[in-house]
């Protein structure tokens, strides 16, 4: 049973049509990969799966569980267990990053009633697996005690994005370009916290313009290549390989 489906999802945004038809399904442990070029309309599609108010759909539907959400706000969405990590991560002033993980891994926790998971009733409790997750993507412990991405560098915004996915735990995770400059032990870094969640029966969908970051993955089921708001071609992980040999020019595709 799929946890994700898209079906034929035609998407607006100020009366342009980005995305013309879009189709695509997941299943719980799978990774899968979409990549393609600038203005393809990958940013559209996770902010469409997440509920941006600007991104209107016009047709076609958005299933979590056989269910339509199209008509749940982001915060319901997110309660579902649905996560998206920023391409550009806003940096939110006054708000505490522990306090901010602790509250939300809780909230969805308790949305969730998975029994699996913990509720963290102690600062001191959260702190411990906190600290584990920091490690493993690589941010220093003193990150916790400062505001959300607040004076972040560029690298630290992205691995904090990551962290936030690995802390959470969400069942379905779309990572908006999670390796777009950073350096290659960083990028190592988000593969393997990408690789561990996968593993939590919950799928991932890493969004990526280049084939780098997916060799560091322990695996990758599909890759789907979108153009012009249209999944384009699919295939197995050998199919990044072959894009990244040969450009996009090969699937006839512009990249600007
Ligand atoms: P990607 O993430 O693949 O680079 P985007 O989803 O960001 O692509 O953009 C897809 C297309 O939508 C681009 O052609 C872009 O110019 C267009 N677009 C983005 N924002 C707007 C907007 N506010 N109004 C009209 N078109 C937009
Ligand atoms: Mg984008």
Do not use: C
Not at 127 to 133: A, G, P, R, V
């Amino acid at each position: 049973m799929a946890i994700l489906e898209i079906k034929d999802l035609h998407v607006q945004r100020d009366g342009k049509e980005i995305l013309k038809g879009v189709n695509l399904k997941t299943g719980p442990g799978e990774i899968h990969a979409i990549m393609g070029p600038n203005g393809s309309g990958k940013s559209t599609l996770s902010y469409t799966i997440l509920g941006h108010p600007k991104y209107e759909v016009t047709k076609g539907d958005i299933l979590l569980d056989g269910q339509s959400i199209l008509d749940l706000s982001t915060d319901e969405r997110s309660k579902k267990g649905l996560f998206l990590a920023f391409q550009y991560p806003t940096e939110v002033s006054g708000v505490g990053y522990s306090h901010f993980l602790r509250t939300a891994y809780n909230a969805l926790s308790k949305s969730l009633a998975d029994e699996k998971r913990e509720v963290f009733l102690t600062v001191r409790e959260f702190q411990n697996y906190l600290k584990k997750n920091l490690d493993e993507v690589g941010l220093k412990h003193d990150f916790l005690s400062r505001y959300l991405n607040e004076g972040f560098s560029g690298g630290e915004k992205k691995r904090s994005e990551v962290l936030q996915m690995a802390v959470l735990q969400p069942r379905i995770s779309i990572l908006d370009e999670p390796d777009s400059g950073l350096d290659i032990d960083a990028v190592q870094a988000v593969a393997k916290a990408i690789s561990a969640v996968s593993r939590k029966d919950a799928t991932v969908i890493v969004i990526t313009h280049y084939a780098r970051i997916l060799k560091f993955l322990d695996k990758l089921d599909y890759v789907h290549v979108m153009a012009q708001g249209k999944m384009i071609k699919e295939g197995p992980k050998e199919l990044a390989d072959e894009l990244e040999q040969k450009g996009y020019a090969w699937l006839g595709i512009q990249d600007t």
